[in-house]
């Protein structure tokens, strides 16, 4: 029991129920989550909060106090740190994916170690890239050998200067990079007292080995092209020392288990700080060097570094797609996709970002600088990054009008038998609006079809591999498209270049909604979903991921209900969409006498429909029976098929499905509810009953009726 709750035990409890509201991720605003003018805050800060009526603290005439949890600003915050989480996006979708592992132990444990090591390889490819723009196109091409445009030819003197000098110099632009994601890592530390989201000490392994990672990888690339135009035993040994420490750092990700354990701290900060101090006598090496550097176009060794990065995430992504594609088990029973699917769906994402983004600065960089001007371009991987790049948007944009076209039938048909059983007479003037709801609830049913499209788009993973092995042959793309498709010069380079603007563009867009989804209320809830639903799993695959908001948001909910139930007949708790995922989570941290007094209302909630298929080790049907159990089973879940995101946690309980077994409490959890109520306007009104879909719909008669049963239950059992 929390201490604010001790300070209360001894007080009488009062004999009305706290109706405590916690909203989805489409709205936060207090005024409309308890459709009260003016709120005031009781308890909470700016960032996550709980409200109450402004006028009085008092219960409502039926005995019920209402309270709303607002915690929508805790993702995001500051425009600073929005605009973060957008430049940090690939590493956010890595980390997530890890959380998707399947349900089985051996499986699941091979899931983490991919998941883990795609995420050292998205750091990686982050520092290559960046050292591909400090040492390969400044360093070595703008200041030596190529003129750039001014004055990018002669940065800050850099021009005259020894080319170990220069790489040394300009190196800290990469190393500063590094620093940044370290510094956002540290800012961003949750807390560590509570257990159920306690991640900080894996979060501090895993950000120390990405640090030793992205220095020695660094260090590769100078030294590598030092060695090609002569090696010394001091070159050699460098080369060697970091080596091993990239070795080290694969080491501790890929033997399952060890990452997690805390003895490992000690090897983690070690091999940070050897790869530290092998950075520094590497700059000094490359510096001091007064040899003289082999000529040639690029940065020596740097196109193999940069295409072995980039081919070695590819294999990465089909072993991983290969371990969850072979998982044959179901989820929740009525989906024969394989448990997990979504951490390999989600890999590709952030692979195909993080390298088209790669790509793309090193692109557009070598373009505002000049520096490609006759000869030949960018490196070579990135020309294929590129290109495959320009295809997987290309395929997945055709598979997408494919699903949504050969499914539309079957949606449509499935539609129609649903409101044909809830409209068996239908007017003539109620015929387009009948129509309208078929069309609707069909919409809403295309959530069903993710699963095969999610399984078809990972398969376009294999697009990327083809384009890495192809180039690591050394084949220019011009070349192969004119010896082998006939295609006429300048159509490879057309579509790099539509290519490079594509992800420019969706950069900017991205940029674009991390601001709009600070400042605009509308733009947040339809674009700021994404950042509510990417950081709210705690850091566990990489380090330099935005936090997770559930870190204070769980263990917050759950100190409140605890509060409340101290000095309440009990707490009704009414979460909507993610926020039903939220009390969920909160039920399961609340000791047994406070259970007693708790009842639990969700509606358009995703716990099943969505999250039990993405998340399956996590959200399972186990998970959600033992919340049952928690409660007493003094839980209605609401669902719509117009929803395209809630649905029923247990059974559907449609016209025409079987009769659920009384005797399984689970079986009375779920109401669905006609949507519209009818089709016509009631006597006196001037319109139709409006179509709620996921509108959350607090004021509507069938959610009050949900309430006033819940809370009879409550008294009841108190």
């Known amino acids: 029991m929390t201490e604010q709750g001790r300070q209360h035990g001894d007080q009488p409890r009062r004999p009305d129920v706290v109706e405590l509201r916690v909203h989805g991720v489409s709205g936060g605003d207090p005024t409309v989550i308890l459709d009260r003018p003016q709120v005031r805050q009781v308890a909470g800060d700016d960032s996550g909060g709980f409200h109450r009526d402004a006028r009085s603290d008092d219960a409502e005439p039926g005995g019920v106090t209402l309270e709303a949890y607002r915690w929508g600003d805790l993702p995001s915050g500051t425009v600073g740190r929005t605009l973060a989480m957008v430049f940090l996006l690939p590493f956010m979708l890595g980390n997530v994916a890890v959380w998707m592992r399947p349900t089985g132990r051996h499986r699941a444990a091979g899931v983490d170690v991919l998941c883990r090591l795609l995420a050292l390889n998205l750091t990686v490819l982050y520092v290559v890239s960046v050292a591909g723009v400090a040492l390969d196109l400044i360093a070595w091409r703008c200041l030596g050998a190529a003129r750039c445009r001014p004055p990018f030819d002669t940065m800050a003197g850099l021009d005259g200067r020894h080319v170990g000098e220069r790489l040394a110099v300009l190196a800290l632009l990469p190393i500063a990079a590094v620093v940044l994601l370290r510094l956002l890592g540290t800012r961003w530390s949750g807390p560590t007292d509570h257990p159920l989201w306690a991640m900080e000490p894996l979060v501090r392994r895993l950000r120390a080995i990405h640090?030793?990672?992205?220095?020695?990888?660094?260090?590769?690339?100078?030294?590598?092209?030092?060695?090609?135009?002569?090696?010394?035993?001091?070159?050699?040994?460098?080369?060697?020392?970091?080596?091993?420490?990239?070795?080290?750092?694969?080491?501790?990700?890929?033997?399952?288990?060890?990452?997690?354990?805390?003895?490992?701290?000690?090897?983690?900060?070690?091999?940070?700080?050897?790869?530290?101090?092998?950075?520094?006598?590497?700059?000094?090496?490359?510096?001091?060097?007064?040899?003289?550097?082999?000529?040639?176009?690029?940065?020596?060794?740097?196109?193999?570094?940069?295409?072995?990065?980039?081919?070695?995430?590819?294999?990465?992504?089909?072993?991983?797609?290969?371990?969850?594609?072979?998982?044959?088990?179901?989820?929740?029973?009525?989906?024969?996709?394989?448990?997990?699917?979504?951490?390999?769906?989600?890999?590709?994402?952030?692979?195909?970002?993080?390298?088209?983004?790669?790509?793309?600065?090193?692109?557009?960089?070598?373009?505002?600088?000049?520096?490609?001007?006759?000869?030949?371009?960018?490196?070579?991987?990135?020309?294929?990054?590129?290109?495959?790049?320009?295809?997987?948007?290309?395929?997945?944009?055709?598979?997408?009008?494919?699903?949504?076209?050969?499914?539309?039938?079957?949606?449509?048909?499935a539609a129609a038998a649903i409101t044909a059983r809830d409209f068996p007479d239908v007017a003539p003037e109620a015929v387009g609006r009948l129509r309208l709801t078929t069309k609707t609830v069909a919409r809403a049913r295309f959530t069903e079809w993710w699963g095969l499209l999610a399984v078809t788009y990972a398969a376009l993973g294999v697009i990327g591999l083809t384009t890495s092995l192809v180039g690591g042959t050394g084949r220019d793309p011009e070349e192969l498209a004119r010896r082998f498709l006939g295609l006429p010069a300048g159509v490879i380079e057309m579509g790099l270049n539509g290519s490079s603007y594509l992800i420019a563009a969706l950069a900017f867009t991205l940029l674009a909604g991390g601001v709009f989804a600070f400042r605009t209320n509308w733009f947040r809830r339809h674009v700021g979903i994404l950042w509510d639903l990417g950081t709210f799993w705690p850091r566990a695959a990489h380090p330099f991921a935005p936090p997770s908001y559930a870190d204070r948001a769980v263990p917050e909910l759950a100190d409140r209900i605890s509060q409340l139930a101290e000095r309440h007949v009990g707490v009704l708790l009414c979460g909507h969409s993610h926020g039903s995922a939220l009390l969920a989570l909160a039920v399961l941290r609340l000791p047994p006498q406070v259970g007693r007094r708790v009842a639990l209302l969700t509606y358009g909630s995703p716990l099943d429909r969505l999250y039990a298929r993405l998340f399956p080790a996590y959200f399972n049907e186990e998970m959600l029976r033992e919340v049952g159990e928690r409660v007493g089973w003094r839980w209605l879940n609401l669902w719509r098929d117009t929803d395209p995101v809630g649905g029923w946690v247990f059974a559907a309980h449609r016209p025409g499905d079987p009769p659920a077994d009384p005797a399984d409490p689970a079986s009375h959890v779920d109401r669905r509810l006609r949507d519209p109520t009818d089709l016509l306007p009631a006597p006196g009104e001037g319109s139709a009953p409006a179509l709620r879909g996921h509108h959350p719909g607090e004021t509507d008669p069938d959610f009050r009726a949900a309430v006033n049963d819940l809370i009879a239950r409550l008294r009841a059992a108190g």
């Open 211 to 413: 640090v030793a990672a992205a220095l020695a990888v660094l260090d590769l690339v100078l030294l590598t092209a030092r060695r090609v135009g002569g090696a010394t035993f001091g070159t050699t040994l460098l080369l060697a020392l970091n080596a091993a420490v990239l070795l080290v750092c694969v080491g501790l990700l890929a033997a399952p288990g060890v990452i997690d354990r805390p003895a490992t701290m000690r090897t983690a900060s070690w091999t940070a700080r050897t790869a530290a101090g092998l950075c520094a006598a590497t700059l000094a090496v490359v510096a001091a060097d007064p040899r003289g550097w082999a000529p040639a176009t690029g940065l020596p060794g740097y196109g193999g570094i940069a295409g072995g990065a980039l081919l070695g995430q590819m294999a990465l992504l089909v072993l991983l797609s290969a371990v969850v594609l072979g998982h044959h088990g179901r989820v929740g029973g009525r989906s024969a996709l394989p448990a997990g699917l979504g951490a390999a769906v989600l890999a590709t994402i952030a692979v195909g970002l993080a390298g088209g983004l790669s790509a793309d600065l090193v692109y557009q960089s070598g373009e505002l600088l000049g520096g490609y001007r006759g000869d030949g371009g960018p490196p070579l991987p990135y020309r294929w990054t590129l290109l495959a790049f320009f295809l997987h948007f290309v395929a997945a944009a055709l598979l997408c009008a494919v699903m949504t076209v050969v499914s539309r039938r079957r949606r449509l048909r």
